[in-house]
């Protein structure tokens, strides 16, 4: 009976390997990768060869000798203990657990939006906003200045490509339009067209709410209470069209945000630094621009206050506020990293007094990998992005990227740069290896180590950026 068992789970255990791995075969080839196919290849004939010997084995009853049983037993015990190594769940982090709060170890200023680059980068010469900005910080006058000459934090749009990135940079301002058109005050806070208020309890109104933004288009949705902490002190980006002034002080007066998030498409983002990766960021915007107006203005029509926050109008941090809403943890490149989507995805969001059952933080590996990991470190071309441990910065202890020679080496290339997101280990493709890989890695310290070696030896330490598909080829 034993070894009918024996028999029966090694048989499944190498069918789900061979299936596995050639399934990374196929991926990684398509993928191009020239290296995670070879060892895909050398991984799959290991695997499929190991299933033949074992399917004649028991074919031959050799199984059923005693050196059989023997190998059976070895075998079974060997798969058990690395599948218990690789997936058993590790103590939980109460610091992740514990979302934004597990990070302040101070006192946490609010951010003001003036300090941001790209407020900064709009400030004219001679206006009293310049002087008040460069009076209090004159260390960023010459930087910005010299910034702005090269045309500002893009520099000169799509300069790494010329003479293609003129067509992609087209088609990523077709995109970047979008939330232009979308950020009116009663848009960004849209009226109740219905005229009443709809008694619905929070249960039912989280239901709803996620279950609409989904439909939308948000792959993944959270809601968290506002922690005032995550809002801007004061507007700082053209509020112009909002009726908001460059210097207003900013309030959040809703209890809770409900974040959203847009996949970047895997091709894509490979291509970065390039201009077709600036189109999928620029895609992404749009998509969240639509999707969190079309959510406000839904609870606007339930009876209650709701703002759109999107890139032409933000009053939260989103990223904060989408570890609060448990949708994942910050990478040491600042972005937001998930279990679904790793860091390739843009936020939005929408600010509500609507009451919602707020989603918890949670725990996913993410703080233990990227202390052993560096590789978007050591990838930046700036060097914009600290390695070793996380630092005490404004009362929180992180990862504190830095956004002056970061936004310098988007003016040089002319895109969004995004090299960090493309060489991060949590950023590949969905296809099962990977699902199975990452479900290993946010559970266990030993899957962590074990998958950051083999992704620095399958896909390099610096991996290249890729070709783009045709409609968005970069290389002239
Ligand atoms: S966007 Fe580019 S320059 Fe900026 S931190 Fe990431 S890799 Fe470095
Ligand atoms: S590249 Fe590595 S260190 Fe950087 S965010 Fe991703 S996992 Fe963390």
């Given at each position: 009976?034993?070894?009918?068992?024996?028999i029966f789970l090694?048989g499944?255990?190498?069918?789900?390997?061979?299936?596995?791995t050639?399934?990374?075969?196929?991926?990684?080839f398509r993928?191009?990768?020239?290296?995670?196919?070879?060892?895909?290849?050398i991984?799959?004939v290991?695997?499929?060869?190991?299933?033949?010997?074992?399917?004649?084995s028991?074919a031959?009853?050799f199984?059923?000798?005693?050196?059989?049983r023997m190998?059976l037993i070895?075998?079974?015990a060997?798969t058990?203990?690395?599948?218990?190594?690789l997936f058993?769940?590790?103590?939980?982090n109460?610091k992740?657990l514990a979302?934004?709060a597990?990070?302040?170890v101070?006192?946490?200023e609010?951010?003001?939006e003036?300090e941001?680059?790209?407020?900064?980068?709009?400030l004219?010469?001679g206006t009293?906003a310049?002087?008040?900005?460069y009076?209090?910080?004159?260390?960023?006058?010459?930087r910005?200045?010299?910034r702005r000459?090269m045309?500002?934090?893009?520099g000169e749009?799509?300069a790494?490509?010329?003479?293609?990135?003129?067509a992609?940079f087209s088609a990523?301002?077709a995109?970047m339009?979008?939330?232009?058109y979308?950020?009116a005050?009663h848009i960004?806070?849209?009226?109740?067209f219905?005229?009443?208020?709809i008694?619905i309890?929070?249960?039912?109104?989280?239901?709803r709410?996620?279950?609409?933004a989904?439909?939308?288009?948000a792959?993944?949705?959270g809601v968290?209470?506002?922690?005032?902490l995550?809002?801007y002190?004061?507007r700082?980006?053209?509020?112009?069209q909002?009726g908001e002034?460059?210097?207003?002080a900013?309030e959040?007066?809703?209890?809770?945000?409900?974040?959203?998030a847009?996949?970047?498409?895997?091709?894509l983002v490979?291509?970065s630094?390039h201009?077709?990766?600036t189109?999928?960021?620029?895609r992404?915007?749009?998509e969240g621009?639509?999707i969190s107006?079309?959510?406000?203005?839904?609870?606007?029509?339930l009876?209650y206050?709701?703002t759109?926050e999107?890139?032409?109008?933000y009053?939260?941090l989103?990223?904060p506020?989408?570890?609060d809403?448990?949708?994942?943890?910050?990478?040491?490149?600042?972005?937001l990293?998930?279990?679904?989507l790793?860091?390739?995805?843009r936020?939005?969001?929408?600010?509500?007094?609507l009451?919602l059952v707020?989603?918890?933080?949670?725990?996913?590996?993410v703080d233990d990998?990227?202390?052993r990991c560096?590789?978007?470190?050591d990838?930046?071309?700036?060097r914009?992005?600290?390695?070793?441990?996380?630092e005490?910065?404004?009362?929180?202890?992180r990862?504190k990227?830095n956004p002056e020679?970061?936004?310098?080496?988007?003016?040089?290339?002319?895109?969004d740069?995004n090299?960090c997101?493309?060489?991060?280990?949590?950023?590949h493709d969905?296809?099962l290896?990977?699902?199975v890989?990452?479900?290993?890695?946010?559970?266990?310290?030993n899957?962590?180590?074990l998958?950051l070696?083999m992704?620095d030896l399958?896909?390099?330490?610096?991996?290249k950026?890729?070709?783009?598909?045709?409609?968005a080829?970069y290389a002239?």
């Amino acid at each position: 009976m034993l070894d009918a068992i024996l028999i029966f789970l090694m048989g499944l255990a190498l069918i789900g390997l061979t299936g596995i791995t050639f399934s990374f075969l196929v991926s990684s080839f398509r993928e191009k990768e020239d290296r995670a196919t070879l060892f895909g290849g050398i991984q799959f004939v290991f695997f499929f060869g190991s299933l033949v010997l074992f399917t004649l084995s028991y074919a031959n009853g050799f199984l059923e000798t005693a050196p059989g049983r023997m190998l059976l037993i070895v075998l079974s015990a060997f798969t058990a203990a690395g599948t218990w190594l690789l997936f058993n769940k590790n103590g939980e982090n109460a610091k992740a657990l514990a979302g934004t709060a597990g990070l302040i170890v101070g006192e946490v200023e609010r951010f003001d939006e003036r300090e941001t680059v790209f407020a900064r980068d709009n400030l004219q010469i001679g206006t009293d906003a310049y002087k008040e900005m460069y009076g209090e910080h004159p260390e960023w006058e010459e930087r910005d200045t010299r910034r702005r000459a090269m045309g500002g934090v893009v520099g000169e749009m799509g300069a790494i490509d010329k003479p293609k990135g003129n067509a992609n940079f087209s088609a990523a301002i077709a995109s970047m339009l979008m939330p232009e058109y979308l950020c009116a005050p009663h848009i960004i806070r849209p009226m109740n067209f219905r005229g009443d208020t709809i008694d619905i309890n929070p249960e039912e109104a989280t239901l709803r709410v996620k279950g609409f933004a989904r439909k939308l288009g948000a792959d993944l949705v959270g809601v968290a209470r506002i922690n005032p902490l995550w809002t801007y002190s004061h507007r700082g980006m053209d509020g112009s069209q909002q009726g908001e002034e460059w210097g207003q002080a900013l309030e959040v007066s809703h209890g809770y945000v409900i974040v959203l998030a847009t996949e970047m498409a895997f091709d894509l983002v490979q291509t970065s630094p390039h201009t077709s990766g600036t189109i999928e960021t620029a895609r992404n915007y749009a998509e969240g621009a639509g999707i969190s107006i079309r959510l406000a203005q839904f609870i606007a029509n339930l009876g209650y206050s709701a703002t759109a926050e999107h890139l032409r109008h933000y009053q939260s941090l989103l990223v904060p506020m989408a570890v609060d809403a448990g949708l994942g943890e910050v990478g040491r490149h600042g972005y937001l990293i998930t279990k679904e989507l790793g860091p390739r995805l843009r936020l939005a969001g929408v600010t509500t007094d609507l009451p919602l059952v707020p989603d918890k933080p949670v725990d996913i590996g993410v703080d233990d990998f990227c202390v052993r990991c560096e590789k978007c470190s050591d990838c930046c071309p700036s060097r914009s992005i600290p390695s070793g441990a996380p630092e005490a910065v404004n009362g929180t202890l992180r990862w504190k990227l830095n956004p002056e020679t970061c936004h310098d080496y988007w003016a040089k290339v002319g895109t969004d740069c995004n090299i960090c997101m493309r060489v991060c280990p949590f950023s590949h493709d969905r296809s099962l290896p990977h699902k199975v890989i990452t479900e290993a890695v946010t559970r266990n310290k030993n899957a962590r180590r074990l998958f950051l070696y083999m992704d620095d030896l399958f896909y390099g330490r610096k991996p290249k950026a890729k070709s783009a598909p045709g409609w968005a080829s970069y290389a002239s």
